[in-house]
């Protein structure tokens, strides 16, 4: 029953965060420390430029200077799958092509969005970008942003077909991806990740290759941790460690309601234990994004102090 | 890490569906046997009126016989959970009165719907309906249907204050069941099932107390083996049994998309499945919902005899 | 380019409120003081057991008081067109053949709701009502409450085969809207209704029946001035009419944002209103619906002074 | 009762398409001649890279040719209004630098997209747009694109603050649409379109400054009568120019439904009528649209035909 790590995605992979600044400029050397940081705690891979480096908010100037600091830190030790952002199949492809050229190893390719699709356009806008680019593609699935969920059949022949070497979960919905986990079983090397922070043991119980939490860039460790128990079959553990982590989650939850937006509230909260844990130097967020105040900086780090992290 | 189901309420808890004759009538003596199907399958209490039992489109009287029926088999053997399905509090508050007096151990309650309603008016429905009625009631989430997703600290404050004695969440949100199974995890005899067929592996990792499967009517011995190895902590077994489920669950994809319903198509499965194991007489549905044909008929008895099931 | 109102069922029809006493009870007299005002404010119809009744709110014993009460006062000055509200076909079947008894002498029926339906199961219902219902139907498309919007095309064949005498749109879809005005026109006494307080200008502009405003319940005469310039083609003073009348619809934002819910305040300020012109005795809501408090009242009578309501 | 066009900016202006060569690249020949199609219809105004230009699947490059190519017909005729289309603030601020470089009299500018945002962070996002370019803003209501409706009270500030020089609005909310035509009347120079297609009349009844029809670019001529007849009051004539307009709306529907998404069924009909009326050479989309094929370009034919449009 343990999980079989073979391919080359696999295990702990966190989506970076992007630290700017006092005064709003991507934070260079606390983007290496971050990166050091991760890599230190034991990570499988890192996700480039995806919604927790605050990618929408980013100058495709600030993406081209984040994607090389990480890329000159890793140096090789872990793949770099990086997130080729861009709203239609012809801009994708730019896109891509330069996140290429700067060092991805794999690319994160979300279904069109602002554009209104049918799944007949998202079959051809995956195939498109894979015909374009050579490179392992992995699908994006988070129709809290693409307002489209992409579905099983879909997702299952794109990778029968070889278009994509893999999905990136971030859809919420843990029925259909335990039926792509089974469904997806008997082709190779096809990897699949679920985005949630929470109820990672279960996603690993039914063997997905890894997991992409944002906040494993302030627990890189617990989530080391909670893959190896599970990779191990030891799924009594890795639930211990997922409660744990959970408790460390409520970070989020942390941000006045109505002060800051959801998306600032948790990004922000990253940012802010990061920050307290003496790994960046500010918490400040890409504008119009709001930072995280002194006192919910206070919330925040009574959480990290009963989990240890401080 | 084995779970402990002290209360009254755990384990496997298939919502009943409602046979119909051909002439469309509540067909009893095919309701029996599928009570007797199930308790003889070793499920450890029944929730009658759910939506499996295609409640919303019973009416008063049949309601009433369905119950009746479902109590006279089970004669006090198991808990009957039973739903009080109205749009309101008062109107709730009548349901559950008569459902009490036609043999409820405890009540289902959703929040409001076709109502608009805030989380106040959410909160003084759970308090009013608990203040009117003597009995242990389980809060139902079910926001595909009420378009209102409980939330959770209101859960957890309507369980710490005994207002509500449970809950059963269809909600799909697997984050917020877990997070809800850990905050409420200090409160004495407080039960969450989840309304899962699939991923209820993951569910029961998490320390769920239980599960309501519509498809515990076709499989009831399988989720009570599934359920057994999670009590046990043998939590490969449980997802190895997931799996197996996992394809019986097909069952619900059998029907030609756009023929009928997406609602039509799951409990039409599950009573077409009834039909074909011989446990009722035929696969009817509730007006104006249709019934499976006979090919949709053919490919659920291919899935179920692949199974083990026929 | 005048409306024609040759049909029995046109012209200002407001859903009536429901009263209650401070003891929460419906108030029978004020009810009766209601339905004279909008009598004697030159409506051309009533809707009874509309949402602005809280019919969702209402036991059936209250439903039958209602409608009795209305009838009473109303004597046969004016049709009735009453709310069939229930969840599913047999069940509006149960509640209509009771409003027909009431004295109803034209229903309203929404779509399903609570139940998960698609378009055929749609059409099987309003058809298989007014199989059993020797009495006129309007389809009442209010998918803010059934989460389903009536197909234009379903709506012009129900018509076109007798199934439906007409439509009360409140779904704010308005080029939907336009495009069934034109699709139903050869349509002998289809009469539909636009269910808006704001922009019935527009909608008499395009050739609606009726309109169905709750803010008609505050201001009858208004909207029958609005109506009478529009039957006239002086749609110049049909604008005028409506913007004054736009800004006593104002006081459905008196509420406090956040203390109650946007329901409760909408309906809230109609009973309010009805309050402070001496028509009703109290604005109590129907449980758990909150009360606007003093301050919101004072708002309210602001805005109805500087309007000439007061 | 009269509008009173008294702003650079009022009228029909519609959203010119961006025509494609059999090969897919931008067709600037095609592009002339619907330019000088739309200016000889008696256009107010050209609004540049909107949704009906197909902007999301433009590359930056394809950007710049289309505005090179209206501006070059356009010779400063009619004002150009120039979509500035990009996912978050500091994105649309160098998008917007580069259209005013290529012309843009001014921009239309929608709320954040992909990121998740709130009011606040909106707020600031316009004003920061505001505060860096030097140019006329136009809010952009498109809540089925950015899945965010863009608050009354926030438009009605931003345009008393000079934020925002007025408002293209398709969110379809029609009665927000009217009372943000009352609440801004005072604000001088404030410009508010509808995005509409039908009910034009209604909203120039209510007195909106201007219409952006995709449909203006096959009948320019007949919204600039229906303009016209509001202009001078005759709002009956108004009505029958858009009972008329909204049968050659019907071309929209012309797609097999299923075969092509609805952004393509719409798109592509504008396109294949102004090929059927030889303004343009064909009806390719941009990739992965689907163009319309022979029988429903047959369909529209007949539309066109019985509306004199062929």
Same mark, same amino acid.
């Given at each position: 029953m343990a999980i079989a790590p073979t391919s080359r995605f696999h295990g702990v992979i966190p989506p970076v965060v992007t630290p700017r600044t006092s005064d709003g400029a991507v934070d260079v050397s606390s983007l290496e420390r971050v990166t050091k940081h991760l890599l230190d705690g034991g990570v499988n891979g890192l996700f480039v430029l995806g919604s927790s480096a605050e990618v929408p908010y980013l100058t495709n100037d600030e993406r081209a200077v984040v994607v090389r600091t990480i890329a000159g830190v890793n140096a090789g030790q872990v793949p770099l799958i990086v997130g080729a952002n861009e709203q239609t199949t012809n801009r994708v492809i730019e896109e $891509?092509? *330069?996140?290429?050229?700067? $060092?991805? +190893?794999? =690319? !994160?390719?979300?279904?069109?969005?602002?554009?209104? &699709? +049918?799944?007949?356009?998202?079959?051809? @806008?995956?195939?498109?970008? @894979?015909?374009? =680019? /050579? !490179?392992?593609?992995?699908?994006?699935?988070?129709?809290?942003?693409? @307002?489209?969920?992409?579905? =099983? /059949?879909? #997702? %299952?022949?794109? $990778? *029968? +077909?070889?278009?994509?070497?893999? %999905?990136? +979960?971030? &859809? $919420?919905?843990?029925?259909?991806?335990?039926? =792509? #986990?089974?469904?997806?079983?008997?082709?190779? /090397?096809?990897?699949?990740?679920?985005? @949630?922070?929470? !109820?990672?043991d279960g996603a690993l119980l039914g063997r997905a290759q890894g997991v992409v939490p944002g906040l494993g860039n302030v627990d890189p460790a617990g989530y080391a941790r909670l893959y190896s128990s599970a990779v191990a079959g030891d799924f009594a553990s890795a639930a211990r460690e997922q409660d744990r982590i959970t408790d460390v989650f409520n970070i989020v939850y942390a941000a006045t309601p109505g002060r800051v937006s959801a998306g600032a509230a948790g990004l922000g909260a990253f940012k802010t234990a990061l920050m307290l844990m003496g790994v960046i130097d500010t918490n400040v967020m890409s504008a119009p994004l709001l930072a995280l105040n002194s006192s919910e900086t206070a919330a925040i780090k009574v959480i990290l102090e009963r989990n240890g992290l401080l």
């Open positions: $891509g092509r *330069r996140m290429v050229d700067l $060092g991805a +190893d794999a =690319l !994160v390719v979300t279904s069109q969005y602002y554009a209104i &699709s +049918d799944v007949n356009e998202t079959e051809t @806008h995956f195939r498109s970008v @894979h015909a374009a =680019l /050579n !490179v392992p593609i992995f699908a994006y699935d988070v129709p809290v942003r693409t @307002h489209y969920k992409l579905p =099983l /059949n879909l #997702l %299952v022949q794109l $990778g *029968r +077909d070889g278009v994509i070497a893999g %999905v990136k +979960d971030s &859809s $919420g919905d843990d029925v259909a991806f335990r039926q =792509l #986990l089974i469904a997806s079983r008997d082709i190779p /090397n096809f990897d699949i990740f679920t985005g @949630h922070e929470v !109820v990672v």
